[in-house]
């Protein structure tokens, strides 16, 4: 490829995929990933990658804006100021394209920013979404179904939560076969066909597969029907009941999970042979990784949207570039940074170029810390606002990696947790707590710099304050402060 010839760019996250499932990360039980592991041959692979928060929407902003969670100023989800999106198509004159089966990124909270072109699967609107949602007779009936009766029932005769969270539950399912059922694959490769070739593209594209719930769960619970509903649990119940918790066979969903992945994993490769096929792989610069992973009661923490497990923030990432030469890199890195690896590599690409250097960095570079911000249950249906504030799962919970130490702190109580990472998978281990001089220093030095983060959205210019009101309003309405 020729320095001069701009790249393309294709952004695909797999929602909710974390590392330790993946074979090449060293997982004991892991899904069959036939397209990732050849995508791994091909690729720079981290081994240490973080996302930059534990749900959907805060990891998107980062991985779009460069900006770290922690640059946030308040402990709700920030309004978007300007995009790589943007930057891209009113810099460089890419012709974007966004392609979703996840509702938040097309909820009108600006994550569309900047994409000439959105296409969502079955099932999904984009008109109104969170007004709607906040407004509707459905989150009435949350709300009494995660009332304060229903959980006090719930606690004394945890058996009635099968018929209550059935009825969600199965609603879920039934919508989970609408949005993932991999139109926007179809729609990508017609784009990919159609678009004019006088201008590089940037695609992002999100797929929910291992996103809960879990699809054919006859395959997974042959144990009856009461097995069966303790899988349907909601994850607001399984937080507020701990009796419920404890019943959830979680190997039966783990399972199920890994079938998921391997369904995501199929659509990886139906998007890459798309590329193939268009004649432009040889200039389209890939990165593979997914927004935040999965919990299964690890530390008490169910799915994800609560805590810093490391179920949740580890996650694959995958870069594969023209001349780059595929390779391992042990070093810490944050989601946050591909904004930053995408615009270097478009002003200035090819293997000799600076993104290429910041990609596969000297194993002799200055030791980093990078951070996961673990925000408390993220709570659409406004039914956990103010209770359980004792509950670790209701609590941020900012995660730091910094060697071979894991450092999690509890912003209320500056409580500092700490793992040596050579003793095993931290959700494994117990952590220990740090006292006097050692928690001062560990608050001082690394989590407040983090949280006292104000940095300047990196690309493109500040929206119209109108548009900050807008988004801000459509937060509000769905429960964010």
């Given at each position: 490829m020729e320095s001069a010839e701009p790249p393309n760019v294709l952004l695909v996250v797999l929602d909710c995929l974390r590392a330790k499932s993946l074979s090449r990360w060293g997982g004991s039980r892991t899904a069959r990933t036939p397209v990732l592991d050849r995508l791994a041959d091909q690729s720079v692979v981290f081994d240490r990658a973080i996302a930059p928060s534990n749900w959907t929407y805060p990891s998107h902003y980062a991985m779009l804006n460069g900006r770290p969670t922690g640059?946030?100023?308040?402990?709700?989800?920030?309004?978007?100021?300007?995009?790589?999106?943007?930057?891209?198509?009113?810099?460089?004159?890419?012709?974007?394209?966004l392609f979703t089966e996840n509702d938040l990124l097309v909820a009108g909270l600006g994550l569309e920013e900047g994409f000439s072109s959105v296409r969502t699967s079955a099932g999904i609107t984009t008109a109104d979404l969170w007004e709607s949602n906040a407004n509707s007779l459905v989150q009435s009936v949350r709300r009494i179904v995660y009332g304060d009766r229903v959980v006090s029932l719930l606690r004394q005769l945890p058996a009635a939560g099968l018929a209550i969270s059935a009825v969600e539950g199965l609603w879920y399912q039934t919508r989970k076969y609408a949005v993932a059922d991999g139109r926007i694959v179809h729609d990508f490769d017609q784009w990919l066909t159609h678009r004019s070739r006088s201008s590089p593209f940037f695609a992002l594209i999100n797929v929910v597969d291992a996103h809960e719930p879990f699809r054919n769960a006859s395959e997974w619970s042959r144990a009856g029907i009461r097995r069966l509903g303790y899988r349907l649990v909601s994850r607001n119940h399984a937080l507020m009941v701990p009796q419920l918790r404890d019943r959830i066979p979680w190997s039966d969903l783990e399972r199920g999970y890994l079938s998921e992945i391997a369904r995501a994993d199929a659509k990886v490769g139906e998007i890459l042979r798309a590329v193939d096929q268009s004649g432009e792989a040889d200039r389209t610069f890939v990165i593979v990784t997914a927004d935040h992973g999965q919990s299964f009661g690890e530390g008490g923490f169910v799915y994800h949207g609560n805590g810093s497990a490391e179920s949740v923030t580890r996650v694959p990432l995958l870069v594969r570039a023209p001349g780059l030469?595929?390779?391992?890199?042990?070093?810490?890195?944050?989601l946050s940074e591909i904004p930053g690896w995408i615009a270097s590599w478009v002003e200035e690409p090819g293997p000799e170029g600076p993104a290429a250097a910041e990609l596969a960095p000297s194993p002799d570079g200055p030791e980093r810390v990078v951070y996961c911000d673990g925000r408390p249950a993220h709570d659409t249906a406004r039914v956990l606002r103010g209770r359980y504030p004792g509950e670790l799962w209701n609590r941020r919970l900012v995660a730091a990696y910094c060697g071979d130490t894991k450092y999690v702190a509890d912003t209320e109580s500056h409580v500092v947790y700490r793992w040596d990472l050579r003793n095993g998978d931290p959700d494994a281990v117990d952590p220990e707590a740090l006292d006097g001089l050692e928690a001062t220093t560990a608050w001082h030095e690394l989590i407040e710099p983090f949280l006292s983060q104000r940095l300047p959205a990196p690309f493109a210019p500040e929206l119209h304050p109108d548009e900050d009101t807008r988004v801000l309003s459509a937060l509000r309405s769905w429960g964010y402060e």
């Open positions: 640059a946030f100023p308040s402990p709700g989800v920030p309004p978007i100021h300007g995009s790589l999106a943007h930057w891209l198509r009113q810099e460089h004159r890419y012709e974007t394209a030469r595929p390779t391992r890199t042990a070093r810490w890195v944050s």
